[in-house]
């Protein structure tokens, strides 16, 4: 009896993964959309709120909203508070093939993972979203890595969910990329 009630309760972990997976995707998409369109015709400040946003539409973390004023961070003030704070542990640097591997499975587990381009003006700053899957090989980087979304405000059609780390940043990239999970 153990044994099937078990195997009853993978499967509808399996089910749930996969819906709640298909359903990250799907309302990143349609951030990416309204990024895009606002990167078209508003103000581009308010643009760089949108990974902000999505994190908060994915996984219902309020971490990066301002309630009082109804504002999203924009990715400076998004790396400057996960350095900072108890909620949000550093995995490592991006360029340590354990560090991939680390925060692939926290992201697998349901963990928020973001990816930190570290930036000492908020020109410079960049975050992206590491997203549940595998790891995949990447020739530029050598190594095996995850997928993230990434808007690009500096070029936002260059902007996309679910494509490698590497497609994101270059491998010269790398030494600036932190990696934080939500704990």
Not at 51 to 77: C, G, H, L
Not at 150 to 173: C, E, G, L, Q, R
Request: hydrophobic residues 40%; proline residues 4%.
């Amino acid at each position: 009896m153990k044994p099937t009630f078990t195997l009853i309760c993978i499967l509808i972990f399996q089910i749930n993964a996969i819906s709640q997976s298909a359903n990250w995707e799907q309302t990143l998409n349609q951030t990416l959309s309204e990024f895009k369109t606002c990167m078209a015709n508003d103000d581009k400040a308010v643009c760089q709120t949108y990974t902000a946003k999505a994190i908060r539409q994915v996984y219902k973390i309020n971490d990066f909203y301002n309630a009082s004023s109804k504002t999203d961070m924009s990715p400076f003030e998004i790396q400057e508070f996960v350095k900072g704070s108890p909620q949000w542990t550093a995995v490592g640097p991006a360029y340590k093939s354990e560090t991939l591997v680390k925060a692939q499975e926290l992201s697998n587990s349901g963990k928020a993972v973001l990816v930190v381009l570290k930036g000492d003006t908020p020109a410079d700053a960049h975050v992206s979203l590491l997203l549940p899957g595998d790891l995949q090989n990447s020739g530029s980087w050598a190594m095996r890595v995850p997928n993230v979304s990434a808007f690009f405000t500096h070029n936002p059609d260059n902007s996309f969910v679910n494509k490698s780390i590497s497609y994101a940043y270059t491998k010269s990239m790398m030494l600036n990329l932190e990696i934080y999970a939500r704990n």
